[in-house]
């Protein structure tokens, strides 16, 4: 099954995760622009209040080729008011994704709330991963995403 990486990063965390999964994954990496940049703290409390609604945003994404039902893709995110980016749910709203993942970057609160919301909306995510500041993980479970990426 072909694999692919698509995220969304407002600050460059979830850039940084996306493409060291990619580089030991060896798969392309394709981000989904927001057309809202959320700078400073009115852009924060915008974000926050936005994606606690799923309001749907403008993005855009470069797609090279299209994906079918053979494509994984993994979708890499911060977590916002526990759900995904607005552009990555956006994205997601208009696109049927039959299989895929998410990989969370978070600041430290429980990702679980994230995952039941994403799941209720969007149905089954094969992974779900949380790389949380707070809890010092990127290094295991960027090993436990290229261990079970491989299988
Ligand atoms: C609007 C907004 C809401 C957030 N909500 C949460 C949250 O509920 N729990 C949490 O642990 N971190 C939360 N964060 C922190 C981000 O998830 C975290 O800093 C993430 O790694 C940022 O990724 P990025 O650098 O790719 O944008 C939030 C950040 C923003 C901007």
Redesign the pocket.
Known sequence: MKKIIL???????????AEKIGEGMDIEIIPIVDENK?KGIF???R??FC?ARWKKVKYSVDLKEKINDETHVYF???????HS?SAVYSFLMDNDIKTKSII??????S?EK?YSAMEEKFGKFQNKYC????ENNEDEINKLILKEGSN
């Open positions: 995220y969304y990063s407002r600050t460059g965390n979830s850039k940084r995760v959320y852009g924060f409390v974000a926050g994606a890499v995110s911060p977590v916002w008011a526990n980016a969370f970057t978070n600041k430290g609160s990702p994230a790389i949380s500041n707070n």
